[in-house]
């Protein structure tokens, strides 16, 4: 915007100029003659000629971009009288000089200039070519605004050459110098693709999505909307040849030979039968001659004979994500034993199966039993708060400002239950009730059983199980509480199998004493330093500027701390026993907090702290300039985009956009691909990989200098402005875009068919993917390759 502005100025500037100096006289230093001509070849030419006063200058069609001249341009009405072929040619008595009024080189013409366009008739009778054309002149002092022209040309082609013989039957000849056909691949997940192939005539050339020139027409395949179908990501094409084209001009120009095949991916969203509807509209020349089409309908049968299964439409979530959610859930099944709520039942419970049943075999049944039960129990749990919230509000938990706060606040009060303020405990009836069934036989006597120990644990469990379904729903999806019960009730009811099994091991257990109470301190410890996580998730989508890096460590670092000096008996807190002399577990334990709470102390100047990364807010979401660990977090974009003094908020000080179309334009501009970084402020795995991959020299220089990057955060909620709010139809559900993270969101799921960050992608200016898209992965290497493939994959087409 602001070079379109500087490029109006300077015009209105010598515009105004002009006229002051002009004394009020009316200057044409340029004068036009229109005509046209056929050669003995057949071949029509319209002629449009300037003759120009002595010391001004005609500029040329190249465009300079916005800071140059208003080009040369011209336009001929459509007629079934005529086509145009090609562009339009220049005269070759160009002058290439330094421009006073510019500053800078550029080519102009002086005294004459001719412009000629190759034209097909498509009759034997005279006709009048109409159009028009617009040019801009300056001499050393000043410059006239653009002027817009309009002529008629008369035409008389030549019968025999300019219009091909009909044949007896009247039918009119067309070149048809490509032919094409189609396939369709065999769906997988509701996905096909759709190849396009042309079979291309020797001696002449097809126009992909990407000639080089402005002047030669992209192909197009367009398919007709359908509720039946919908595209996924863009039109592919093969590697075109990059060589002179001798009827434009001998310009450098891309194109296929031979043959070419074009890719389009679909999803398909219906099992009854149905047709695909299109058309492809193309351009191609030999060395003599070009030919716009014609154009080729489409219609492609679809789910005739064997019906696609659709299969349910669902989050799709990395597989590592739900082993990591299990385990994250095992361990704090294994925590919630060693809590006194739960850790004095596991003898009680076995030693009651054991006794009761008449054989050795039967009381290990029981306890089987007993823990298939528990785990029945916990991942019905799981369950009932998907079918609670549903997947969209899980979905949303990651980006919502409320949910975050309101996950703060239960874990804080989690954390204070756990630190002995008070107890999170069920009604004592409805606990008596259930207990009382417990009382029966058989299979179900045993699962009220299970039921009640879920019960009287729930004041250590709760805080744990809240914790867990928390993580599990924001960072798993729709399928998250249910992986996340699976590992905790798993963990829970492992002991309960292995010792009624094996009831000698039960003597090896440790008394239950006052250490079981110092884990549930430990674990409020923890709960409260994960509440700030959630603080923080709310503080970074609003921009609040609250809980910035520096404040979020300074919290943990005080958490950790006093953890430590718990853990050596410094303090105590209510129901704490009195300690007469440090164990050597508990040493260990302090020795790990302290060492951990020293490590993060640098961060607070700029540490990267790898392993918390993506818990703390992003280096560059830190204090003002003169603050602790400032690391330049409001930086340029790029020292090599002149005139730019927008501000933007970049991971590592990486030169970076935050808006696709300014990021895709200077990337033309500077040619080279354009990197999509789908991101979000809260999240976790985007931190990750910033403070982990990116920070590695090797992807570092890749990023800062082969790349032009654009972080898009789905979670932003800056409102638009109202010109720009809109609603969209996806999936058959309404897209409400008020705020640019949903702008951005929208952009991710209907051209890429996707919703999960972080995601990357490698585009060429005409915005195809380079390589598949890239996810979270910690492996610098695997990433550099992806790079180095994206980046070597733009240069070969720019060949």
């Known amino acids: 915007m602001q070079q379109i502005f500087r490029k109006y100025f300077l015009l209105v500037v010598l515009v105004s100029f002009s006229i002051a100096t002009s004394c009020s006289q009316i200057l044409k230093p340029v004068k036009w003659k229109f005509s046209s001509e056929t050669n003995d070849k057949g071949e029509t030419f319209l002629i449009l000629k300037a003759t120009i006063d002595e010391g001004w200058h005609l500029y040329s069609q190249k465009n300079y971009g916005d800071e140059g001249p208003i080009l040369s341009s011209f336009t001929f009405e459509k007629s079934s009288n005529y086509e145009t072929l090609g562009a339009v040619k220049e005269g070759k008595n160009l002058v290439k000089e330094m421009d006073k009024q510019w500053g800078f080189e550029i080519e102009f013409y002086e005294k004459t200039a001719t412009f000629k366009q190759t034209i097909k008739s498509k009759t034997d009778k005279p006709y009048t070519v109409k159009g028009s054309l617009e040019f801009m002149v300056c001499n050393e002092s000043q410059c006239l605004p653009p002027e817009t022209v309009e002529y008629e040309i008369k035409v008389e082609p030549a019968v025999s050459a300019a219009v091909e013989p009909k044949p007896d039957t009247a039918t009119p000849k067309f070149l048809t110098p490509v032919k094409w056909d189609w396939t369709v691949s065999k769906p997988e997940n509701n996905i096909c693709e759709i190849s396009f192939k042309a079979a291309i005539e020797d001696g002449w050339h097809l126009y992909g999505l990407n000639s080089g020139s402005s002047d030669i027409l992209p192909i197009e395949i367009v398919l007709s909307p359908s509720a039946d179908y919908e595209l996924v990501d863009s039109l592919i094409e093969g590697t075109p040849v990059v060589r002179q084209e001798p009827v434009m001009d001998n310009a450098m120009l891309a194109f296929f030979e031979k043959e070419a095949t074009f890719k389009q991916k679909i999803?398909?969203?219906?099992?009854?039968?149905?047709?695909?509807?299109?058309?492809?509209?193309?351009?191609?020349?030999?060395?003599?001659?070009?030919?716009?089409?014609?154009?080729?309908?489409?219609?492609?049968?679809?789910?005739?004979?064997?019906?696609?299964?659709?299969?349910?439409?669902?989050?799709?979530?990395?597989?590592?994500?739900?082993w990591r959610i299990f385990i994250f859930g095992f361990l704090g099944g294994l925590a919630a034993l060693l809590t006194p709520c739960v850790f004095p039942m596991i003898p009680f419970t076995v030693s009651f199966f054991t006794k009761r049943s008449k054989t050795r075999a039967a009381g290990i049944r029981n306890a089987i039993t007993y823990g298939i039960a528990i785990i029945i129990i916990y991942v019905a749990l799981g369950l009932g708060v998907t079918l609670a919230f549903g997947p969209d509000a899980l979905n949303?938990?990651?980006?919502?400002?409320?949910?975050?706060?309101?996950?703060?606040?239960?874990?804080?009060?989690?954390?204070?239950?756990?630190?002995?303020?008070?107890?999170?405990?069920?009604?004592?009836?409805?606990?008596?009730?259930?207990?009382?069934?417990?009382?029966?036989?058989?299979?179900?006597?045993?699962?009220?059983?299970?039921?009640?120990?879920?019960?009287?644990?729930?004041?250590?469990?709760?805080?744990?199980?809240?914790?867990?379904?928390?993580?599990?729903?924001?960072?798993?999806?729709?399928?998250?509480?249910?992986?996340g019960m699976l590992g905790f009730s798993t963990a829970l009811a492992l002991p309960f199998g292995l010792f009624a099994a094996f009831p000698g091991w039960l003597n090896s257990l440790p008394k239950s004493g006052g250490w079981l109470n110092s884990v549930k301190v430990v674990l409020g410890f923890l709960e409260l330093a994960l509440a700030l996580k959630f603080a923080s998730n709310a503080d970074l989508v609003v921009q609040a500027g609250i809980i910035t890096r520096e404040v979020f460590l300074v919290l943990w670092i005080v958490i950790f701390g006093l953890m430590g000096i718990y853990l050596m008996g410094w303090i105590k807190f209510a129901h704490d026993s009195d300690m007469k002399h440090l164990s050597v577990t508990r040493l260990f334990f302090a020795i790990i907090t302290f060492s951990f709470t020293v490590y993060m102390i640098p961060g607070l100047w700029g540490a990267p702290l790898k392993l918390i990364a993506g818990f703390p807010p992003p280096d560059f979401y830190a204090e003002s300039p003169n603050g602790v660990g400032y690391k330049g977090g409001m930086i340029t974009v790029g020292e090599s985009k002149p005139g730019d003094h927008k501000k933007e908020h970049c991971p590592n000080d990486l030169p970076c956009f935050h808006d696709y179309d300014e990021a895709l334009a200077y990337a033309k501009k500077v040619n080279k691909p354009l990197m999509i970084d789908f991101t979000g402020w809260a999240c976790v795995n985007c931190r990750r990989m910033e403070s982990q991959v990116w920070i590695d020299p090797t992807v570092d220089q890749r990023l800062r200098n082969e790349v032009v990057l654009v972080s898009l955060y789905v979670d932003d909620k800056t409102e638009l402005p109202e010109s720009e709010k809109r609603v969209e139809q996806l999936g058959g559900e309404d897209w409400k875009i008020k705020t640019i993270g949903k702008k951005w969101s929208y952009l991710q799921a209907s051209k890429y068919g996707s919703n999960s960050q972080p995601q990357y992608f490698i585009l060429d200016h005409n915005e195809n993917k380079l390589t598949p898209p890239a996810g979270y992965d910690a492996d610098v290497a695997k990433y550099v390759k992806w790079l180095d493939d994206g980046i070597a994959a733009f240069k070969k087409g720019k060949k």
């Open 396 to 483: 949303a938990l990651s980006t919502n400002v409320w949910f975050n706060l309101g996950f703060f606040a239960l874990l804080v009060v989690f954390a204070t239950s756990f630190l002995g303020a008070f107890e999170i405990v069920l009604p004592s009836s409805f606990i008596n009730k259930v207990d009382a069934k417990s009382e029966r036989g058989g299979l179900m006597g045993i699962f009220f059983m299970a039921f009640t120990l879920s019960l009287v644990s729930f004041s250590c469990t709760g805080p744990i199980i809240g914790t867990l379904l928390v993580d599990a729903a924001v960072n798993g999806g729709i399928k998250g509480p249910f992986w």
């Open 267 to 322: 999803k398909i969203k219906t099992e009854k039968a149905f047709s695909i509807k299109g058309r492809i509209e193309f351009q191609s020349c030999n060395d003599k001659q070009c030919v716009n089409g014609p154009g080729v309908d489409v219609e492609i049968k679809m789910n005739e004979g064997a019906p696609i299964q659709v299969t349910d439409e669902a989050e799709v979530t990395d597989d590592s994500s739900f």
